[in-house]
């Protein structure tokens, strides 16, 4: 079992995992990727060759899908649209890959006999009251709250109802909030460190008290790698590494960092839906699977991640102005 297919490797989470395995393992890799707005080839083009080719392509091609799944053993799927501001203008694109293209894929997978692992998030589980004293488990209840959220808990339930019909041989994992190098400027971290290097004040929606839950990406890529390698098929996996913040001190651990004053942002208008806090308990992976996060220090994962976004102005520069217009258009 050495051929592994990547959906979604020139995405963010998909190039950090590409990286990872292609550093750590001796898997030859196949990236399928669709390179919408979101991805971006030069994020993997440093390990493209012998042991990683790139395919650009659809996950709900069919016929693409059946002719690379006969060349592989096991499929990681990470191709989604994944931005919940973007799935309240226009739900369509995340019904199409998240739920119909998954369904592509599984389809396909069982067809062909192959082992699959789906990556999802913890929004399906919907949100918590900050000073609950309970964190998401395995077994919490689904409850999305977003367009987005409810196309990937979707796609969760047509796999597990594919293993127990159809015998895939698939296992499931969500995951909290990742940050990291190659992350789209779209997002809360990338956005606000982008800001700063542009001389644009960090905007935060609301109040500011959400709280997520951070893991570095490549902590999310060990996790899943045990989990492709060790876990046990019908399961879901929960990974998070202890990370909860609320926005405002994320936003003041950056501005620190950056060399700003630490009161130096503005609040804008808050997401419709917004849910208010994620936290994760990972005892499951971490007591069968026996895996523990590397980045347990958050400001040393955010100061690596300044330097990347500082050192590789070119990989985000172009698309700044229009990410920034589409935000004021909202009022963000
Ligand atoms: P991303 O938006 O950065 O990347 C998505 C990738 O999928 C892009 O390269 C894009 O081109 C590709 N893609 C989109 N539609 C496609 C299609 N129809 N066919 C083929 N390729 C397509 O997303 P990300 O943040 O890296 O998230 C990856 C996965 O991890 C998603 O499934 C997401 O739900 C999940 N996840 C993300 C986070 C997070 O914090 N970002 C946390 C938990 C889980
Ligand atoms: O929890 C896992 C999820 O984390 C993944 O499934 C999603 O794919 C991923 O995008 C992320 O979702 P969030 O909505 O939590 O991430 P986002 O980066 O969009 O926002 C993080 C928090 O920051 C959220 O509370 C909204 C807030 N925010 C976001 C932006 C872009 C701001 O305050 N200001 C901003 O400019």
């Known amino acids: 079992m050495n051929r592994m297919l990547i959906t979604g490797g020139a995405g963010f989470i998909g190039s950090n995992f590409v990286h990872h395995v292609i550093n750590n393992t001796d898997y030859h890799v ?10 971006n080839k030069a994020s993997i083009e440093s390990v493209l060759g012998d042991r990683a080719v790139f395919v650009h392509g659809n996950i709900g091609d069919s016929e693409l899908v059946d002719r690379l799944m006969s060349g592989t053993d096991v499929i990681v799927h990470f191709a989604a649209e994944s931005h919940n501001d973007n799935s309240l203008n226009n739900p369509r ?11 592509t894929l599984i389809e396909s997978a069982r067809r062909h006999g192959k082992r699959f692992h789906h990556i999802s998030t913890d929004e399906v589980y919907g949100d918590l009251e900050l000073n609950d004293p309970n964190r998401f488990t395995e077994s919490t209840p689904y409850n999305p709250s977003s367009p987005y959220s409810s196309t990937k808990a979707s796609s969760d339930l047509l796999v597990r109802a594919w293993v127990r019909s159809f015998g895939l041989q698939a296992t499931l994992s969500n995951c909290s909030n990742n940050y ?21 004040r960090p905007k935060i929606y609301g109040t500011g008290n959400n ?22 098929i019908g399961e879901t996996y ?18 620190d960092a950056m060399g700003q004053p630490t009161d130096s942002f503005d609040f804008v208008e808050d997401r419709s839906g917004h849910d208010l806090r994620y936290a994760i308990d990972s005892s499951k992976l971490r007591t069968s699977l026996d895996w523990r996060p590397r980045y347990t220090n958050f400001e040393e994962g955010i100061v690596a991640t300044i330097t990347w976004y500082t050192e590789n102005r070119s990989w985000w520069e172009n698309d700044k102005r229009s990410v920034e217009e589409t935000y004021r258009s909202r009022g963000q």
């Open 180 to 200: 990291g190098p190659f992350q789209h400027i779209e997002k809360f971290i990338p956005r606000q460190i982008t800001n700063v290097l542009s001389g644009i």
């Open 93 to 103: 694109p995340f019904v199409d890959t998240n739920i119909v293209g998954t369904f």
């Open 30 to 39: 196949t990236v399928l990727d669709a390179l919408t707005y979101a991805g």
């Open 211 to 232: 709280v997520r839950d951070w893991i570095h990406a490549d902590d999310h890529s060990s996790a899943v790698l045990k989990i492709v390698e060790r876990g046990e």
């Open 238 to 255: 929960l990974i998070g590494a202890d990370g909860e913040k609320s926005n405002l001190e994320v936003v003041q651990v950056i501005l």
